[in-house]
């Protein structure tokens, strides 16, 4: 029976046994079938993951243009090298060979080469190399090391617009100016080479190479025009050797736009180089940045609220200067000593008569003049697309009596940017729009070089009607022709414009005595303005520091010179300068086509004549009939036979 009872339990014992390994071997069928047919695509993606190197290529940076499709910025290609460890045959001569190209010390060339990675960049020496570092490489066919494609920025115009532009790092990551701003437009879309390797990292020989190409960034066309850019550079340069400033800036804007035509401070630096300069260079663009109180440049904005509101006359109300004024205790003084007598308010525009002015704001009111200031756009940011804008100070309302209504109708004890005043300006004689200043006009597809996306024009806001707007136009140009603003004159031209002389604020919180910030803002043509130039120099030496004498001439040359490449037509209409002591007025230059080469030799003593070509006749001269030139200036003549 026990017999009997030991079998049985023993069949059982294989049974259950045989049951468990039947569903064992079941399970292993249920799952790799599970495994073959569910996550066969998951465990091959697993797979090629651990198989797969990849050899990144960077994109093409997009490029920066100007409004005429002129290059700000250019990429040069610059391989860099990258070191796969395993595929290092020869460790001490690749390593050897690696420090003598990329000027590495043999120990730090041989932790590259044997470093236990995947695949390693040699940062920063390798990166970016020159070309004669790439032929090197090239040619001697190490196993291991590659070079990928890369590029690195140029600027092709040196130290234009750098703090505009900006510049990249290393990597070509934005880190400054317009490269920052749009930085993510601009680095597009990494590509790759990508190889199999075994456990140990060597390429699989019968394997084949997949290439996925990077994506180029988008270009961007800018509202900068190069011509007016080279001559603000030009008339900055000039300045700087003449006055030794502290400092220096340049605006140039389309006041009917908002567009940037050109921008520019001093001191500057090459984007290439900027490491070599102190970061309180390029950290501030100065033209955007900088804040200081605008002197008499910012009467442009009390008179025009003033008109708005008919407030004064420009011809019927008058005001007589004694040379100061008495305001809450405290005696505002005019720059001409004894003063200038009795003025219209037109004088007292052409004049820049502090005292006149004060009676001005006084007309207004501080609520009315503050109001206007704001809604000028002082006291808040412009909205220009680069980073780092200031937004001034102003007064409280509250805080304003008549000493600080007094101050802020002449420009003194307020706090603003340069770029508030060109587009404050700009809104006063283009019609009274106030508008949003830009730089990116407009990104263009690197493939098919089409535009796909535009920035149209922002209009803030109307600050003064049309009928105010010309009357400041007229009154302005009447500050040129016959005011302050003389040097700024430009025959043919018709420039509007104010000068600005600001005094400082020292470290002591007083004012600083022979250091001022001298400026002038001007507008050309009067009657239909394509420009608006704002130059401000800080603290010009050896020099009278007045906005006139300084400032108004380099302004006068950037309109003139800038309006010529803009094709912008002469106005003959105007008004004539008065020329003062030692001033000499221009001549006019006479027609002389159709004339015989006798005749013009007769009666032409204010001139040298310069005779090209053969003939008996003028065909053509040089400048044109009606052109006011200096004295003595030389008419090239060019002959021919009737």
């Known amino acids: 029976m026990k017999k009997y009872v030991s079998t049985m339990l023993i069949r059982k014992r294989i049974l259950f046994t045989l049951l468990l390994f039947c569903f064992i071997i079941l399970a292993m069928i249920i799952r790799l079938a599970y495994v073959q047919f569910m996550m066969s695509e998951e465990i091959s993606d697993k797979a090629e993951d651990l198989w797969l190197r990849d050899i990144v290529f960077q994109p093409e940076r997009g490029e920066i ?26 460790v001490d001569r690749t390593a050897e060979e690696l420090a003598k190209i990329l000027h590495l010390s043999e120990e730090k060339a041989y932790e590259y080469v044997t470093k236990n990675t995947s695949s390693v960049s040699i940062h920063p020496k390798g990166r970016k190399i020159t070309k004669e570092q790439e032929q090197a490489l090239t040619q001697l066919h190490l196993p291991g090391i ?43 879309e990494a590509g790759s080479l990508s190889y199999y390797s075994d456990a140990k990292g060597k390429k699989i020989t019968d394997s084949s190479n997949q290439y996925t190409p990077p994506k180029d960034g988008k270009h961007l066309k800018t509202t900068i025009d190069l011509d007016v850019q080279t001559i603000m550079e030009r008339e900055l340069d000039v300045a700087e050797i003449k006055y030794n400033p502290d400092g220096a800036l340049a605006i140039a804007v389309n006041p009917k736009t908002g567009a940037v035509l ?17 970061p309180d260079i390029f950290d501030r663009n100065l033209p955007i940045w900088s804040t200081f109180e605008p002197g008499s440049t910012f009467k442009i904005i009390t008179l025009a609220a003033a008109l708005e509101e008919q407030a004064v006359d420009l011809h019927k109300d008058t005001y007589h200067d004694k040379g100061h004024i008495h305001v809450g205790g405290a005696k505002l003084r005019c720059w001409k000593s004894g003063g200038h007598g009795k003025q219209t308010i037109m004088e007292v525009a052409e004049n820049s008569c502090n005292p006149g002015f004060v009676h001005i704001g006084s007309k207004l009111g501080k609520e009315k003049l503050f109001s206007y200031i704001r809604n000028f756009g002082f006291g808040s940011k412009t909205g220009i697309d680069l980073q780092g804008e200031g937004s001034g100070i102003l007064f409280n309302l509250d805080q304003v009596g008549p000493v600080e209504l007094a101050t802020t109708s002449f420009g003194q004890g307020v706090s603003v940017t340069p770029i508030q005043q060109v587009m404050a300006v700009a809104a006063v004689v283009n019609g009274g729009y106030l508008y949003e200043p830009y730089i990116a006009e407009s990104w263009i597809d690197p493939v098919t070089k089409e535009v796909i996306e535009h920035q149209e024009p922002t209009l803030q806001s109307r600050v003064i009607s049309s009928e105010t ?42 004012y600083m005595t022979n250091n001022h910030i001298v400026s002038f803002i001007g507008f050309a043509p009067a009657d239909d303005p394509e420009i608006v130039v704002l130059v401000s120099i800080d603290n010009p030496k050896n020099t009278i520091q007045f906005g006139g004498v300084v400032a108004a001439p380099i ?47 007769q009666d032409l003593s204010n001139f040298s004549i310069d005779v090209h070509g053969h003939g008996d006749y003028v065909k053509d001269q040089s400048p044109e009939a009606g052109v006011k030139v200096d004295d003595g200036s030389t008419i090239r003549v060019y002959l021919s036979d009737k």
């Open 262 to 278: 050109g921008m520019s401070s001093r001191p500057n630096f090459n984007p290439e180089n900027y490491n070599e300069v102190n």
């Open 555 to 601: 302004v006068g040359n950037i309109i003139q010179d800038s309006l010529q490449m803009m094709n912008v037509p002469i106005r003959k209409s105007g008004l004539d300068k008065e020329y003062t002591w030692p001033e000499e007025p221009k001549v006019e230059v006479p027609d002389l086509v159709g004339l015989t080469k006798d005749d013009i030799l």
């Open 146 to 188: 590659y070079l990928a494609k890369d590029s690195k920025r140029f600027y092709p115009n040196d130290a234009y617009l750098a703090h505009v532009l900006g510049f990249t790092g290393i990597d070509n990551q934005g880190l400054m100016g317009l490269e920052q701003q749009y930085d993510d437009h601009f680095k597009g």
């Open 65 to 90: 243009l100007d409004r005429n499709m002129n290059y700000l910025t250019k990429n040069v290609s610059a391989a860099s090298v990258i070191v796969i460890p395993r595929q290092v045959k020869d």
């Open 469 to 510: 707007s010309k009357e400041m136009r007229k009154t302005l140009e009447s500050v040129v022709a016959k005011g302050t603003g003389r040097p700024a004159y430009v025959d043919g031209y018709r420039v509007g414009g104010k000068t600005g002389t600001a005094q400082k604020v020292g470290a002591d919180g007083r």
